[in-house]
Antibody, heavy 117, light 106 residues
Framework: EVQLVETGGALMQPGGSVRLSCAAS????????MSWVRQAPGKGPECLGL???????YYAESVEGRFTITRDGSKNTLYLQMNSLRVEDTAVYHC???????????WGQGTLVTVSS | EIVLTQSPATLSLSPGERATLSCRAS??????LAWYQQKPGQAPRLLIF???NRATGIPARFSGSGSGTDFTLTISSLEPEDFAVYYC????????FGQGTKVEIK
């Protein structure tokens, strides 16, 4: 069974940094297209970035240069390093896996990041 | 960036009624459009992909149609568990989502 479990969310100050983790089971993160998607309170989801099987990464303009996606195949875990945090980064952060349909078929429950002074 | 506009924002219906949700794209996305259902405290669930294909395990009462810029999600007869927020999502150019339609019990 495919499972994704995000951890690492916290209350952060503007300008701070945090790293989120997404532990996967039932499949290999290295052999799948993986994404981070966030959802601000009362808003629709926003795709932040993707990592392809070859390791290439692509980011939304809103986080380019501040956020970085990495993975550790030995731990079967995807990461999101978030730097220079802003109040508007407050959201629930989900990792998601694309299946053969090309869409986000599997999602974790998410972890909450709150950025506030 | 392709903007997806969903209407209506809220749909108030009774169980057994038909629900029709709309999603309009700011430019053509061909058929690269999906629909998700989200319940409070849960992650989104993929319902429909490539405009009209049901995802694995999705009941036949859910159907999608459209291409280009105009898309529709239809729930033929609402079950109690269908009351939720629905999002459309395109992958034609980057990946963007609509702002959602809430289907609530009337």
């Amino acid at each position: 069974e495919v499972q994704l479990v995000e951890t690492g969310g916290a209350l952060m100050q503007p300008g701070g940094s945090v790293r989120l983790s997404c532990a996967a089971s039932g499949f290999s993160v290295s052999n799948n297209y993986m994404s981070w998607v966030r959802q601000a309170p009362g808003k629709g989801p926003e795709c932040l970035g993707l990592m392809y099987t070859g390791g290439s990464t692509y980011y939304a303009e809103s986080v380019e240069g501040r956020f970085t996606i990495t993975r550790d195949g030995s731990k079967n875990t995807l990461y999101l390093q978030m730097n220079s945090l802003r109040v508007e980064d407050t959201a629930v952060y989900h990792c998601a896996r694309e299946d053969s349909s090309g869409y986000f078929a599997h999602w974790g429950q998410g972890t909450l990041v709150t950025v506030s002074s | 960036e392709i903007v997806l506009t969903q209407s209506p924002a809220t749909l108030s219906l009774s169980p057994g009624e038909r629900a029709t949700l709309s999603c309009r794209a700011s430019q053509s996305v061909s058929s690269y459009l999906a629909w998700y259902q989200q319940k409070p405290g849960q992650a989104p669930r993929l319902l429909i992909f490539d405009a009209s294909n049901r995802a694995t395990g999705i009941p036949a009462r859910f159907s999608g149609s459209g291409s280009g810029t105009d898309f529709t999600l239809t729930i033929s007869s609402l079950e109690p568990e269908d009351f939720a927020v629905y999002y459309c999502h395109q992958r034609s150019d980057w990946w963007t989502f609509g702002q959602g339609t809430k289907v609530e019990i009337k």
